[in-house]
Each structure stands twice: as structure tokens, then as C-alpha cells.
């Protein structure tokens, strides 16, 4: 990876962090040349969310938080707030970073695809899934349109690795870090993300349930939190929008979108179609975590490798079908009851 | 306009040029300080197109050679075409020329729809079919779709003004011009804008005609060139896809879209989707030249401003029902049979 990375972490570190002080930890000092970061230290008891949900912690703020971080970073770098002049200026500087850029291309759209060196998958056991994956040509066409609109499509200043593995959490506190994949894409990218990471750590759960514990309660407390992040956040993203509405957004021009009913339907257009990209985005993450290169630890602290296949099989098998049929979902209580359709309880 | 507009106007004579040559005049000199460009003389008996279409001169090789120009600068600017490194290269370029993207969304997307300072119409006649525009909000909702995809989806480096009055024409060459509009945006918006002025100049056509010429034949051309010329450029622009689909585009990975038949439904989903883009755009040029501020030759060289309103109207409500509808039609054929519907032969 390039080292240049830095400035683009920091940079938006500093963006983000400006929009959204709460979430986002304060950079002191960057030095470009030495590609140095300098910043808050993110202090104990934090620790890094995807740990956290494989240990079954609950973290009550945690769709509050997150739903506040992606409604004001995406909100205030996109069209719906900015004149065109700034949106350009933003875009064509992360351009640069398009080094990035490719290997999440690679990784996350390409990889998987295909007969890639660095694939992996829990072998034996998911070795049919991850061919048919190969060689599933309505997934293919799906993604395809997903990794267009990943590079072409620049709507927002994305964090643009947003798992549960770039979030560090307490009880009360959830900082984002690590963005160093930064770039103007579409905000379903980011969002997506979160939610799709979410369902995989629901999935593995079985993995983690024992005599002490069933996690019953806390793949219960999980959904609840896939369900309360999109919520708030369209609820949080709809009001920065209402607020905002008069403003220097280019979009939706104030003499155009004149009635409030008028203003209402333009955002349920807006919010339906981010939701679907959300789901298509949010399910090509599961997807590669299972059988491209970069797994996860929701799984891979799964020891018996059997039923971490099973664990992992649901889970691919309801990414899939999520990214196939993702226009089809109204809400996100009818993703949720699908994605439970795929569990025994 | 910024002087600036120059220097991307030479730029984009080069790339395109260097793709296209047949239809691309050449630059031998550009001079950024001195915003002056030294390229071929355009020699007579070459004339603008529009002043063709409005004098009823057939140009039989205009759709072949149309379809030539769109399907090389389109195809070889994308991802179909070249790696991600590449194509962020020429988005980070053409982002500066966010001052011609700026005017383009005023007088195309934005004015039209409101109560803005520079819009005019054939008045008193068309007063109300502005009016009603301005309160259409099912068109607004869509118009907001197509410039937010106009701003944000860098697909290809589009000329970005590719009217009738940018091509200069005799029977047996075809010259296209003034690219300084040009930016990273939707290859929609330049077929649509070709598609869209031809379609301008039908509706135009009834206000032409007179005792020696009823312009019924040539009507007919007309729509038989709008035909040929998306029909060749869908057939051109597929031929370079599958010429070079083991090349370096980034967007269908040969390992991926492994077999003819997957290919070809990847073509087909793309062409589709392109097709309504191409009509999304082309009827919003056409509403804008009715009854935003800059009007055309075609229908502005009919004196009789009674005459003169009842073939904009035509023109207008099939632009709107096609800008709403556009996602029905299946091919330009379709759409050919409803443009005629709104006129009386």
C-alpha cells in the first residue's frame, strides 16, 4: 500500500472530525513528508467493535452513534449541501488516492469473481460455495453495476472501509478510525459497510454460543442494532436535509423544490435508492469476507471448522440472495426478518 | 465564461481526435496563457448542422458517422476501456472545469423548472406550458435524478455540449466542435443531446414547410437518422467492447465475464441503461431549449410565433412524457413511434 495513504487518512480524518467531533478522534499534527500522524489516543477501556461483538458485549449507543457519524459525514459532503464548486474540488483531490481505490476493487469486486491466488475460503466445506460464487452469472451482473458505481459514482467523501473492524467502542463512547481508503463514492458504500458487517458478526454468533451463554439475547441485541442504524440514520439524514434545505446544496434547489410535499417525495426517492445501494454494497462485503482474501475474526475465532462453515454458509447464502433481489426491500425490518429467515431461531 | 474554457476545449479536441480523427478537427497549436487555439480550418461548403436541418438537407452519412464519434470517444474513455489509475487521472483534470459543469446545470436542470430571470418562451402562447412545467413535480423529481447523475457519475470524457449547432456537416464529412463544456460525466448526456436536437428539428420541421417543400420526406430522414444513429452506435460501441474485453478496462474482468452468454448480458443490462440515460437526457435539452433561456435556430427561424408555438408544444409534452416514461421504452424504435404520435402524420 502506498504511504501517501496518510495524507488521505488524515485529510479525512480532519473533514470528518469537523463535521462530527463526537466520532471522530482530533488529529493534532500530520506531517505529509514523514507520513506522520499525530492524534488522540484513543484511550482503554475503547476497544475495537468487531472484538467486542464476538465477545458479546452490548453497546446501547452504538446505532445512535454510528447513525449520527454516517448521517453528518455523508450529509455535509454531498450535493445536498455543497455548490458544485466545492464538490469538484473535494473529488479531484481524492482522485489521488486511487491506489486505494483498486485494491478494495480488487478485493472486494473482482476477487471473489474469480479464480484469484489469494482467495481463501474454510476448505474443505465452503469449497462448492465459493465455485458457485464463480460462477453465478446473475451475481456477476449485479456486481458489476456495484463496482461502476463504485468508481464512477462520487456523492459523498466516504470513509470507504467503514467494518466494524475501523470503529473502537465502550458503552458509551464510538470513535472511527482508519480512513485511509477515503474518497468521493457513493454513500451506500459506507453505510453498507456497517450494516453488512453487523450481519455477518448476527451470523457467526452460533459459532460463539456455548453451555454459559446461547447469545439467544444478543443476536436479538444485534438486529435491533442493524434496525436502529438505518432508522436513525435516514430519520438523522432526512432532518440535516429539512435544516439544511435552503442552503448552498446544489441538488435540490429551494425555488425548484418548492412544496413541502414535493421536497417529501424527492427524499423518500433519494433514501430508497441509498437504501438499495446500501444493501447491494453491504452484501458484496459479506461476501468477500467469506471467500476472498480478508476474512474476519466473527468467524475465524470460530475454532471447529465446521461449524464455522455452517456459520459462514448462512451467511454467504443470505448476502447473496440480499444482493440479487436488494431493490425488493421497502424496510429494513423486512432485511432483517430475511436475514433471520436464514438462521434455525 | 472563464477564459480557462480554452484550455479544456483543446484538451478534449485532443483525446477525442486522437480516438476519432475522421470527426475531429485537428489542433496544431494551443497556447493556455493566450487561451488560443490554432486548429484545421473547417472548410466550406461545411456548414453548421442546424442551419441544415432547418434548410431540409439530407446528410446520409450523418448517423454512421455520429455513431462512429460516440462510440470511440465514449467507449475508449470509460472503464470498458481503461484501468481505474487512468480514468481518475482524467476526472481529477476535468473537475476544473467545474465553471461550464456549472452553467450546464443552471440553464439545463435548474432554471427551467422555476421562476428564473433569463427563461423565455413563445409568449403568450406557451406561457402556460412553462408554467406548467414549473409545477410538473413528477418531471422535477426526475430532473433531479439526471443532474445529480450529470455532477456526480464520471463515465466517459463527454463533449458535453453535443447539440446540432457543435457538428459541422457537408453530405459526405461530419466535424464535430466546440468541446469546452467537456468533463467526466454520463455518456448519456451526449448521445442524448444528439438524439434530443434531432428530434427538436422534427417537431421543427411543420413550421418549415411551404407549397414547394412539405418537408413530409424529410421528416421521415430525420426519424430514420435518429434510428441509424442509435442503432449503429449500440452496434459500434459493443463491437469495440468485445474487441477489446481481454484489454485493461477495469469494469468487466476477463477472468469474471468468462463466457460469451454472461458477457452478453452484461452488455445488454449496460446498453439498456444507457439507452435511458440517453432519453432522460435528450429530453431535458429539448424542455430547455423551449422554455429555458436559450432557444434554437430550428424553431426560432419560424416567424409565424402562433405557428411557431404549436410545434414547440408538440415538442415540449413529448420531451416530458419521454423524460418521465423513458424507462418503458425498449428501443428507439418505440420511441421514434412516439415521437411521431405528436405530430399529425
Not at 459525514?73 to 486511487?98: I, M, P, R, W
Not at 418548492?258 to 433519494?270: D, F, R, V
Request: with cysteine; aromatic share 10%; glycine share 6%.
Amino acid at each position: 500500500m502506498t504511504r501517501e495513504r496518510a495524507y488521505f487518512e488524515a485529510s479525512a480524518l480532519r473533514k470528518h472530525g469537523g463535521l462530527c467531533s463526537d466520532h471522530v478522534p482530533e488529529v493534532y499534527h500530520f506531517d505529509r513528508a514523514m507520513s506522520l500522524i499525530g492524534m488522540r489516543y484513543i484511550e482503554p477501556p475503547h476497544i475495537i467493535l468487531r472484538k467486542g461483538l464476538v465477545a458479546g458485549v452490548e453497546y446501547p449507543l452504538l446505532a445512535e452513534h454510528m447513525a449520527d457519524y454516517m448521517a453528518k459525514t455523508l450529509f455535509f459532503t454531498s450535493l445536498l449541501y455543497n455548490s458544485t464548486t466545492d464538490h469538484k474540488k473535494g473529488v479531484a483531490q481524492y482522485c489521488e488516492n486511487v491506489e486505494m481505490g483498486r485494491l478494495t476493487e480488487q478485493v472486494v469486486f473482482s476477487d471473489p469473481y474469480m479464480a484469484a491466488k489469494y482467495n481463501r475460503c474454510t476448505s474443505p466445506f465452503l469449497d462448492k460455495d465459493a465455485e458457485a460464487v464463480r460462477g453465478d452469472d446473475e451475481l456477476k451482473l449485479e456486481i458489476a453495476e456495484l463496482k461502476s458505481m463504485f468508481i464512477e459514482r462520487a456523492q459523498a467523501l466516504v470513509h470507504g472501509d467503514l467494518h466494524t473492524g475501523s470503529i473502537m467502542v465502550t458503552t458509551d463512547s464510538t470513535q472511527v478510525i482508519d480512513p485511509e481508503f477515503a474518497f468521493y463514492g457513493p454513500m451506500g458504500y459506507d453505510i453498507g459497510a456497517f450494516l453488512g458487517n453487523l450481519i455477518l458478526a448476527y451470523f457467526s454468533q452460533d459459532g460463539h454460543a456455548d453451555q454459559a451463554n446461547d447469545r439467544k439475547a444478543y443476536k436479538l441485541w444485534i438486529l435491533k442494532t442493524i434496525e436502529d442504524s438505518w432508522n436513525l440514520f435516514h430519520k438523522k439524514f432526512v432532518d440535516l436535509w429539512n435544516k439544511h434545505k435552503d442552503g448552498n446544496g446544489e441538488a435540490y434547489l429551494p425555488p425548484i423544490y418548492n412544496n413541502s410535499e414535493l421536497l417529501s417525495l424527492a427524499q423518500k426517492k433519494y433514501m430508497t435508492s441509498l437504501f438499495h445501494d446500501s444493501l447491494g454494497f453491504g452484501s458484496a462485503k459479506m461476501i468477500r469476507r467469506i471467500v476472498g482474501i480478508a476474512h474476519v475474526e466473527d468467524f475465524e475465532s470460530i475454532e471447529d471448522a465446521s461449524k464455522r462453515a455452517s456459520c459462514e454458509r448462512r451467511a454467504l447464502d443470505c448476502a447473496k440472495s440480499i444482493l440479487k433481489g436488494r431493490r425488493q426491500f421497502e424496510s429494513i425490518e423486512k432485511v432483517i426478518a430475511h436475514v433471520q429467515s436464514f438462521t434455525r431461531d
